[in-house]
Each structure stands twice: as structure tokens, then as C-alpha cells.
């Protein structure tokens, strides 16, 4: 999907990743990071959300939830981190990591409101009017008060399979006068995802439906007497949608695939953001005319298509799709290589999801790359082998 932007925008990380590969220094089904190109990404994205008026909190997710990774976007000026779910926040807790947004895509768990209440965070992100009393109730018992968002939903919005949640337009005026009721927790704005998608026939990144009911929404809760701080528009956030976003009222959003340029609107390597991940793996074997490389990183939703094999000299093939019901143990090629070749690919990923190595790499650009260190998916650190430590 974006191999073609990767080769165009950054063939330095390639070069890079291959001799980290030929060192021994990175492993088959590692996903590799330009941290460089990153916080270049990063403060392209800032500028452009300040001149729009918008906050930016940046997701971590898709680069699996790297604590030194997200160090470097913090001291870029991000204002917080958007937790997906519980194991994420406990994640980033775990390295005293500022989470500002916690709730939307995963509720937080009743025996972990205290946690997060104790920690602060700028916004929570509630369905139920029972899950703002769960909140509420832990305001109570640490004598604070918490700001909290609704998830709102429309018929014939766009709802991803599980995901399915979010109070509807109608009954919100209730909602609203339930939560207004209930001390230690404040009603400050409203969400909903996705707000903008890339449209492939039109080649841009436009505003879904789900958009149109954010602000419907918005214009609800003001007409009952809330004054909204927060209109949270996430999905697609990139310099490309920010300005629509800020016409459309939209106050906070959230860059995720845009911080590594692997937005699908970024496929011909012409956005302002520039690719800075790719997947290595390596050929295993070969079976009835096509080769295998080890896998662990694909992503069903991430159109991956092609890959480069280094076989002698760059060779461009074909990766045949894997069957939705299969594990990726390995990934199948259109065409034989020699058993050991390494593997480049390119395509948007989330790899939190996967059991993918990340390695990030700085000083890529400048043609001295070093390796900041190898971590697993969900972020934890992966000791060095021999190899990484020079011996």
C-alpha cells in the first residue's frame, strides 16, 4: 500500500534498516522506526493544528505504545496522550506517561476508575450514565472533580464491528440532565470516530458522517446549558484534514498514522508528512513456487500488497493475502528467493496488534543510523543480544 511513498520519501530508511538487518542487529518481523523523521512529522503536525486552533493529543497504538517514542512527542510540545484502552493506559502509567484522553474506543473497567481518576487525566470518555456515576464516585472518595466527554452515534453513522457504542442524538437530552445531577464529575464536550476518511476515488481525506452528528451533538449539549470546551473530531488527523477540521468546529484531535506518514492518503508519497516505519522480515522458504517470509506483524485492514526482496540486487513481488481465519506465521511471496533474504514492506499498520520487534533508529537521514532500542508490541523493552551490544 505504501511501499511506492516509502521508496520515494525516505529510501534512507531502507538503506538503514537493510544494514542493521546485515549486522545482526534487528531480527525477521521487526517493524522499523526513523524517530527523526518522527518528531519531524510530529512538529509539521503541531505547527499546522496551532494555526488551526485545535489541540492536538497524539495516539501511540499504532507504534505500539513506545514509552521512548512517546517521550520524544511529548517534548515536542504534544499536550497528552490518548489511551485506547486499559491496557494501554496501564501501559503508559507504567512510565509515568501524561494520558489525556482515556475511554473512547475502550471503556475503563470498574475496578481501574480509581487508577485513572488518581492520575489526572484532562478528559474521560463515557457511554453509560452508569460508567459517569463509577467516575463520580472515585471524584468522591479522592475529592476532585472530572471532566468527561460523550460518545455520541446516529443511525446510518459509520461504526466499526466492535465498537459499537455511544449515546444516540435523541436521547441525549436526558443524558445530559442525568450527569448534570451527579456531583464530582463535569460535562465538557462530546466524540465520536471516524470523523474524517480518505476517500480512494476522490484522493482526499474527507468528513464522514459521523462528523455532521459530533456536531449535532455539540449543538445539543449547548442548548442545554453546557458550555462545550472540547469538540474531539478523531480519525485520519493529518495537515491535510486539520484545516477542515477547524471549519467544522472541531477543538481537539488526535494524530496517530500521520506521526509515521502511513496515512492511506499518503500512497503516492505525496503528503507533507513523510514515511518513517517500515516491516523487515525474512525468506524462510519456498513451497511450491513461492517463497515464505516469517511474519507476526501483518494487519488485516493495513492493504499490504507488495514487498522488495534483496536477493543479490532489489527485487519488487507480490505478497499474496493471507486467509482472514489464518495466523501469520508466515508470509507468502508470488515468487522464489533465496532462503535468508531479507524483506522490506510498507502499509498501515497497527502494531500494537501484532507480535512484531519495534526498533528505533535515529540519525537515518544524516547517514549515521543508531539504534535507541528494541522493544516488543505493547512497549516493553527487549534486552540486546550480542550482535546489539557490539560484541
Request: net charge negative; aromatic share 6%.
Amino acid at each position: 500500500m505504501l511501499l511506492k511513498a516509502l521508496q520515494k520519501q525516505n529510501p534512507a530508511l531502507i538503506e538503514a534498516a537493510l544494514s542493521l538487518w546485515q549486522q545482526g542487529m534487528i531480527k525477521p518481523d521487526s517493524y522499523i522506526i526513523d524517530v527523526d523523521q518522527v518528531r519531524q512529522n510530529a512538529s509539521l503536525l503541531l505547527e499546522t493544528a496551532t494555526k488551526c486552533g485545535i489541540t492536538l493529543y497524539f495516539i501511540s497504538k499504532q507504534f505500539g505504545r513506545n514509552p521512548l517514542l512517546c517521550k520524544l512527542l511529548l517534548e515536542c510540545g504534544y499536550q497528552g496522550i490518548v489511551a485506547v484502552d486499559f491496557k494501554e493506559v496501564r501501559q503508559l502509567y507504567q512510565h509515568n506517561l501524561p494520558v489525556a484522553h482515556i475511554g473512547h474506543l475502550v471503556q475503563i473497567p470498574s475496578g481501574m476508575v480509581d487508577e485513572v481518576v488518581s492520575h489526572n487525566p484532562e478528559v474521560i470518555t463515557v457511554y453509560s450514565v452508569a460508567k459517569a456515576r463509577e467516575i463520580a464516585a472515585a471524584c468522591a472518595r479522592q475529592n476532585k472533580e472530572q471532566a468527561l466527554l460523550l460518545k455520541v452515534c446516529h443511525p446510518g453513522d459509520l461504526v466499526y464491528p466492535g465498537q459499537e457504542a455511544g449515546f444516540s442524538l435523541d436521547e441525549l437530552p436526558i443524558v445530559i440532565n442525568e450527569i448534570k445531577a451527579i456531583r464530582g464529575v463535569r460535562l465538557v464536550g462530546v466524540t465520536h470516530f471516524p470523523c474524517m476518511l480518505f476517500d480512494p476515488e476522490k484522493g482526499k481525506t474527507l468528513p464522514s458522517l459521523n462528523l455532521n452528528t459530533l456536531i449535532e451533538a455539540k449543538s445539543i449539549l449547548e442548548q442545554h446549558g453546557i458550555q462545550v470546551e472540547q469538540v474531539n473530531g478523531p480519525s485520519a488527523t493529518s495537515v491535510e484534514s486539520l484545516p477542515q477540521l477547524a471549519k467544522w468546529g472541531v477543538t481537539h484531535a488526535e494524530p496517530g498514522h500521520s506521526l509515521t506518514g502511513t496515512m492511506p492518503s499518503n500512497q503516492q508519497g505525496n503528503q507533507p508528512e513523510q514515511i518513517a516505519m517500515l516491516y523487515l522480515t525474512e525468506i524462510s522458504h519456498c513451497h511450491q513456487g513461492n517463497s515464505h517470509c516469517y511474519g507476526g506483524g501483518y494487519y488485516r485492514r493495513g492493504h499490504l500488497r507488495n514487498a522488495l526482496v534483496h536477493d543479490r540486487h532489489w527485487h519488487a513481488s507480490q505478497v499474496l493475502k493471507p486467509a482472514n481465519d489464518s495466523i501469520d506465521y508466515t508470509l507468502s511471496l508470488a515468487e522464489p528467493f533465496t532462503v535468508g533474504s531479507p524483506v522490506i514492506m510498507c502499509f498501515r499498520t497497527q502494531i500494537f496488534a501484532t507480535r512484531s520487534d519495534v526498533a528505533l533508529v535515529a540519525g537515518i537521514q544524516s547517514g549515521q543510523p543508531i539504534l535507541l532500542g528494541i522493544y516488543d508490541s505493547q512497549g516493553n523493552t527487549i534486552p540486546a543480544t550480542a550482535a546489539q551490544e557490539g560484541l
